[in-house]
C-alpha cells in the first residue's frame, strides 16, 4: 500500500504532506519515487546484474555514463566488483540481496522498503546481512521501511520500531524502549520471551516498595514505583538470576545450551521464568529479581 | 531383485518402443534411400531417384511453398493472437475466469476436421450463412481459399500459444511487475523491458510448435484445403498413398521432409533456450487483477469463441436438423431423419461410431497401462525414453501411419502373423505408439512424485515390487491414470490421419466416416454423425469423471499434491517441446 502497489480502502497514505493514496487522489508506484526491496528480490532474470541496477536509471533517461558510474559507485559500495555481467542464477543468495539493494538505490529513492527482505536466505547468511545492512542504512541516511516477523531483526536494524497485529499499530517506540516497557502483553510477546507475574503493590517506607506475589513478599528499591495497586509484572529472561537468599525455587527443567544451562523455575506461588546461568542448578534453588528490570502493567 | 533383473526390466520397454516407433520409422526411411527392397524382386540397391523424382514435380514445389508459406503465417497470426488470449486469461479480470480456460483446452481437443466442417457448413452455399440471409459471394470465397485454410487453423492452433504464454506468464507472477513499477516503469515500459523479454522462450517456443503443427495438419489439409484446392503436404503424403497410381517413394520422401521441418523449426527454439535467463522464484506472487470485471476483454473473448467453437457447433446441429438448410428455418424443415439415417447400413454412418468407441477404449487402455509400465520398469532408463518418446512426438500422425503401411506390409512380414496391415492389430498399434510419448510422459512426472521410500516400506514387509506397483503406487497415481486414460480416448476417438490410411477395408472409424459423408455431399448425415459423436464422447468424459469422483478414498489431501501434478503434467504434455524455455 505504501509503495502503490495496492490500493487503499480505507485511510490515507501521505509522505512529506503529499496524498499518495486516498481523499480521491492516488499517486501511482511509479511516480511515488520508492525504492524496494522484495522478499525474493524480484531482479529480472533476463537482465545481468549491472543491467539490473541500472534498470530505473534507464527510465528515467539518465545519460549512459552518468548511469554507468552510478552503477559502478553501487556495485562497489554494495561489494559487487566483478559480478556485473554475472546473471541473477549465477550469483549467491547474499549477492542477490545486495544486487535488490543496490537496484533500489540506484534511483535515490525517498524512501525505501524493505519486504522481509531476508526471510528466505538461510539462518547464517540472515545473521550476517543483518549487520551488513544495519551499517549500510546508517550510512544512507535515508528512512526506510523494513517489515519483518523477526523481533531480533526488528531490534538490530531499526532506530525506531512499529508494532502491528491484525493491521492495527499496537505500539511504537525506541528498540531498548519497546522491548523494556511494552504497552500491552502482546507487544511485549512479540519482542521476545516475556513472563507475567500478577503482583499488588504498596510502599514499604524509605522509598523501598512492598511486592505482594501471592503468599511471598519482595521488597524492592524501584526506580519508579506504580501506583499502589494490583498488577501483571512483565520479567524478561534479564530481569531474574539465581541467588542463595532470593525467594525458593524450583527448578522443572535445565537444558545445556552452549556454554550456559537454560533453566526453567517455579515459584511456590505458581509463577515461572526461564534464565540462563553459567552452571546447572540443584532441584532446589533461589531466584533474585532485577528492580531495574521490571515492568508494571495493568491487571486485567 | 538382482542388477541384472534390474537392467532386464529396465530394457524391456525398449523392445516396445522399437517395435511401435522405431521399426515403422526405420522402415520409411529403408523405402526412401532402398527402394528395391520393397520389389517383387527384393534387391538392397542404394538410390536417390524418389528425391530427384520428386524435385521435378511441379505440383510438389506448389505445395511445399503454400504449406510453408501458410504454415508460417498461421505461426505468426495464432502466436500473437494466443499471446493476446493468455495475457488476458492470466491478467485480466473476467466474467466467469474458470469458463475461458475451459474453453481453451476444448478448442486444443477439438478436432481440427470438424472445425474446418463446421465453419464449411456455415460458409457453403445452401448452407447456414443462406439459410440465415447473410450468405455472400464474398464470405464464400474468402472461407474456401488459402486465407480460410489459414483461418481455420489459427482458430485451431491458438490454444497451444495461449496455453505456453497463460503458463509461462503465471510462472512469472506478480513481483517483476511490481518491482519494474517500483523503479518507476510504466505499463508500457513494463510491456517491453520485463513481460516480453520474460515470455520469449514461451512466444518462440508457440511459434515453432504452431508451425511444426500447422505443416503437419491433415484435418485441415483434408477437407476444407482440399476443397478449396489448396496443396498442403500432409495431403500430398495421403493422395500419393491412397490414389492410383501410388507412390510409395514420393509419399516418404514427403513424410522425411515433414519431419525435417518439424524438427528445424525447433532448432532456433532450442537455440533461444540457451540464453542465461531462469526465473528463481522460490515461491510467486499470484497476479493482482483489477477490482472491476473488464466487459471488453470478456466480450472479445466470448466472440472468438464462439466463431472458433460455436458457429461449426451450430451449423452442425442446424444441418442435422434441418436438411434443406440453406432454404431457411420454417418449422416444416425440421426433421431428424439425418439421426435415423445413421441406423441405416450404410458402412459409414453410426457403426463407425460404435467401432471408434471401441478401438478407442482398447488403445486408451493400452497406451496408459503401457506409459506406465515403460517408466516404471524402465525407471533406471526413463530419462532416455522419456527424450526417446518425446522426440517421436516431432512425427505428424501421417507420417507414422504412412510408416506403418511399410512396415506392417513389408514383404517380410508377408505370411506371418506380423502382415498387420489392413487389421484392427495395426490401427491399435499406432493409436498406441501416437499417445505413447504423453501417457509415458505423464506417467514419469506423477512416478516422480511417489516417495520411493514406500516400495521399499513394501520390500521390507516381505512385498515384490509389483505388489508395491499394484497396491501402492497405482492408487496414488490414480487421478494421473484417469486423465491420461480419457486424453488418449479423446484423441484417439477422432484419430484421422493414421485412420485414413489403416482402417480395416469396409470398417471404417467415425473420423473417417464423418469427413467421407462430407466428401460425398450427404451434409445432413455428417453434421448428425459428428453431434452423435460429440455427445457420445461428452457423456462418456462425464460418466468417467463421475465414477472417479464417487470412488475416492478419503485419504484426499495426499492425493491433492498427484492431482495437482497430473493437472501440471496435462499442461506440461502441451509444452511438450518448450520444456526447458518455460
Redesign the interface.
Known amino acids: 500500500m505504501i509503495a502503490g502497489l495496492e490500493r487503499a480502502t480505507r485511510g490515507t497514505v501521505a509522505w512529506q504532506g503529499e496524498t499518495w493514496d486516498g481523499a480521491g487522489s492516488f499517486v501511482p508506484p511509479e511516480r511515488r519515487s520508492i525504492g524496494y526491496v522484495f522478499q525474493d528480490f524480484a531482479l529480472f532474470p533476463h537482465l545481468t546484474v549491472a543491467q539490473n541496477i541500472a534498470f530505473g536509471l534507464g527510465l528515467r533517461r539518465v545519460p549512459r555514463t552518468s548511469a554507468m558510474q552510478r552503477v559502478e559507485e553501487l556495485m562497489r559500495r554494495m561489494r559487487l566488483d566483478g559480478l556485473g555481467a554475472h546473471y541473477p542464477h549465477q550469483i549467491s543468495g547474499g549477492q542477490k540481496q545486495r544486487v535488490a539493494v543496490a537496484r533500489a538505490l540506484a534511483v535515490n529513492p525517498r524512501l525505501l522498503l524493505f519486504d522481509e527482505s531476508l526471510s528466505s536466505l538461510d539462518a547464517k547468511l540472515r545473521e550476517e546481512l543483518r549487520l551488513e545492512l544495519r551499517e549500510l542504512l546508517q550510512g544512507l541516511r535515508l528512512t526506510a521501511l523494513f517489515v519483518t516477523h523477526d523481533p531480533t531483526e526488528a531490534m538490530l536494524l531499526a532506530s525506531r520500531i512499529f508494532v502491528l497485529r491484525a493491521g492495527r499499530l499496537q505500539a511504537s517506540g525506541t528498540p531498548q524502549d519497546l522491548y523494556a516497557a511494552p504497552p500491552s502483553r502482546e507487544v511485549a510477546e512479540t519482542l521476545g520471551p516475556a513472563w507475567f507475574w500478577p503482583v499488588s503493590i504498596r510502599p514499604a517506607g524509605r522509598g523501598d516498595t512492598l511486592l505482594q506475589i501471592g503468599e511471598a513478599q519482595l521488597v524492592l528499591p524501584l526506580d519508579a514505583p506504580p501506583a499502589p495497586g494490583s498488577y501483571r509484572m512483565m520479567l524478561r529472561p534479564s530481569s531474574a538470576f539465581l541467588a542463595p537468599d532470593g525467594i525458593p525455587a524450583q527448578v522443572t527443567r535445565s537444558v545445556y545450551v552452549g556454554g550456559a544451562f537454560q533453566v526453567e523455575l517455579r515459584l511456590p506461588f505458581g509463577g515461572a521464568i526461564e534464565v540462563r546461568c553459567a552452571a546447572a542448578p540443584g532441584a532446589e534453588t533461589a531466584l533474585a529479581l532485577d528492580p531495574a528490570r521490571l515492568h508494571f502493567l495493568p491487571a486485567d | 531383485m538382482t542388477d541384472r533383473v534390474r537392467w532386464g526390466r529396465g530394457l524391456a520397454p525398449l523392445a516396445l518402443v522399437g517395435a511401435i516407433v522405431l521399426y515403422p520409422l526405420g522402415v520409411l526411411l529403408v523405402q526412401i534411400f532402398f527402394p528395391d527392397v520393397f520389389a517383387f524382386q527384393p534387391s538392397g540397391r542404394f538410390s536417390l531417384d524418389a528425391f530427384h523424382a520428386l524435385a521435378q514435380d511441379p505440383l510438389f514445389w506448389s505445395s511445399l511453398k503454400d504449406s510453408l508459406v501458410l504454415s508460417l503465417a498461421v505461426a505468426a497470426t495464432a502466436t500473437a493472437l494466443g499471446a493476446v488470449v493468455g495475457h488476458l486469461v492470466v491478467r485480466v479480470r473476467l466474467w466467469r475466469p474458470g469458463v475461458w480456460n475451459a474453453l481453451l483446452w476444448l478448442l486444443f481437443f477439438a478436432p481440427s476436421f470438424m472445425l474446418a466442417e463446421g465453419i464449411m457448413l456455415f460458409a457453403i452455399q445452401g448452407g447456414v450463412a443462406s439459410g440465415l440471409g447473410i450468405w455472400s459471394q464474398g464470405l464464400s470465397q474468402i472461407v474456401f481459399s488459402p486465407l480460410g485454410v489459414g483461418l481455420v487453423l489459427t482458430i485451431k492452433l491458438m490454444p497451444y500459444a495461449a496455453i505456453t504464454v497463460s503458463s509461462a506468464l503465471q510462472a512469472v507472477g506478480q513481483?517483476?511487475d511490481?518491482?519494474?513499477?517500483?523503479?518507476?516503469?510504466?505499463g508500457w515500459?513494463r510491456l517491453r523491458?520485463?513481460h516480453l523479454?520474460?515470455v520469449?522462450g514461451a512466444l518462440w517456443a508457440s511459434f515453432a510448435i504452431i508451425f511444426a503443427e500447422a505443416v503437419s495438419d491433415f484435418g485441415v489439409s483434408s477437407t476444407l484445403a482440399a476443397s478449396a484446392h489448396f496443396p498442403m503436404i500432409p495431403y500430398a503424403i495421403y493422395s500419393a498413398l491412397n490414389f492410383v497410381p501410388v507412390n510409395f517413394s514420393g509419399a516418404a520422401v514427403q513424410s522425411l521432409l515433414l519431419i525435417a521441418l518439424a524438427l528445424a523449426v525447433q532448432l532456433p527454439q532450442v537455440l533461444a533456450a540457451r540464453?542465461?535467463?531462469?526465473?528463481?522464484?522460490?515461491?510467486r506472487r499470484q497476479w493482482?487483477l483489477p477490482a472491476r470485471v473488464n466487459g471488453w476483454a470478456t466480450a472479445s473473448l466470448a466472440a472468438f469463441f464462439f466463431l472458433a467453437l460455436g458457429l461449426p457447433l451450430v451449423s452442425f446441429l442446424l444441418w442435422a436438423l434441418v436438411p434443406d438448410v440453406g432454404l431457411g428455418f420454417a418449422p416444416s424443415h425440421w426433421t431428424l431423419q439425418s439421426f435415423a439415417a445413421l441406423l441405416g447400413s450404410d458402412i459409414y454412418t453410426g457403426g463407425a461410431a460404435l467401432r471408434s468407441y471401441v478401438l478407442a477404449l482398447l488403445a486408451a487402455g493400452l497406451t496408459t497401462g503401457l506409459g506406465i509400465w515403460v517408466m516404471w520398469a524402465g525407471s533406471r532408463l526413463s530419462a532416455l525414453y522419456d527424450t526417446l518418446l518425446t522426440a517421436t512426438i516431432a512425427v505428424p500422425g501421417i507420417v507414422l501411419a504412412a510408416a506403418y503401411v511399410f512396415a506392417w506390409n513389408a514383404p517380410w512380414v508377408q505370411g506371418t502373423p506380423l502382415a498387420l496391415y489392413g487389421t484392427y492389430g495395426v490401427l491399435v498399434l499406432v493409436y498406441v505408439a501416437g499417445g505413447l510419448p504423453y501417457s509415458a510422459r505423464l506417467a514419469r512426472v506423477a512416478l516422480n512424485q511417489v516417495d520411493q521410500g514406500m516400495e521399499r516400506a513394501v520390500l521390507s514387509l516381505g512385498g515384490s515390487s509389483t505388489k508395491a506397483l499394484v497396491h501402492v503406487t497405482l492408487p496414488l497415481i490414480r487421478p494421473m491414470v484417469v486423465s491420461t486414460f480419457l486424453l488418449i480416448f479423446t484423441g484417439v476417438f477422432f484419430e484421422l490421419p493414421a485412420s485414413s490410411l489403416l482402417y480395416p477395408p469396409g470398417d471404417p472409424t467415425i473420423a473417417v466416416a464423418i469427413v467421407h459423408q462430407f466428401h460425398n455431399v450427404a451434409y445432413s448425415v455428417g453434421a448428425a454423425l459428428s453431434i452423435v459423436s460429440v455427445l457420445l464422447l461428452g457423456a462418456t468424459l462425464g460418466v468417467f469423471r463421475l465414477l472417479d469422483h464417487s470412488t475416492r478414498q478419503p485419504w484426499r489431501e495426499a492425493r491433492k499434491e498427484v492431482e495437482y501434478t497430473a493437472e501440471a503434467a496435462e499442461r506440461l504434455q502441451v509444452l511438450q517441446r518448450t520444456a526447458d524455455t518455460v
Open positions: 513481483e517483476y511490481d518491482a519494474a513499477r517500483s523503479l518507476g516503469a510504466s515500459s523491458r520485463v523479454p520474460l520469449r540464453g542465461a535467463q531462469r526465473v528463481m522464484h522460490g515461491h493482482r
